[in-house]
Nanobody, 115 residues
Framework: QVQNVESGGGLVQPGGSLTLSCATSGFTFSTYVMGWYRKAPGKEREWIANITEAADRTKYKHSVEGRFTISRDNAKKTVDLQMNNLKPEDTGVYYC????????WGPGTQVTVSS
């Protein structure tokens, strides 16, 4: 069955960096646009970034553009999110999924940005 397992979260000070990784299985990874999503405390889950199947195009939520970078490795079936210059408002649980969130959601990985 489809599984997306996120990792790499943690506690970081404002201005710090983290790299999240998502290991996938159970579907033909290279044929899907993949994305990262975030659920902040008290808010609905929101889309953060997308990357096309061949990794030739990316798209970002305005608030993270220039600070976050999404990448993928089709051979390893992984999708990463490099996060720089983190802000307290980036705090939340981060998830990966296809572009339209069609697969079951994984456990997510907690990112807390706080001094």
């Amino acid at each position: 069955q489809v599984q997306n397992v996120e990792s790499g979260g943690g506690l970081v000070q404002p201005g710090g960096s983290l790299t999240l990784s998502c290991a996938t299985s159970g579907f033909t990874f290279s044929t899907y646009v993949m994305g990262w999503y975030r659920k902040a405390p008290g808010k609905e889950r929101e889309w953060i970034a997308n990357i096309t199947e061949a990794a030739d195009r990316t798209k970002y939520k305005h608030s993270v553009e220039g600070r976050f970078t999404i990448s993928r490795d089709n051979a390893k079936k992984t999708v990463d999110l490099q996060m720089n210059n983190l802000k307290p408002e980036d705090t939340g649980v981060y998830y990966c999924n296809s572009a339209h969130g069609i697969f079951p959601w994984g456990p997510g990985t907690q990112v807390t940005v706080s001094s």
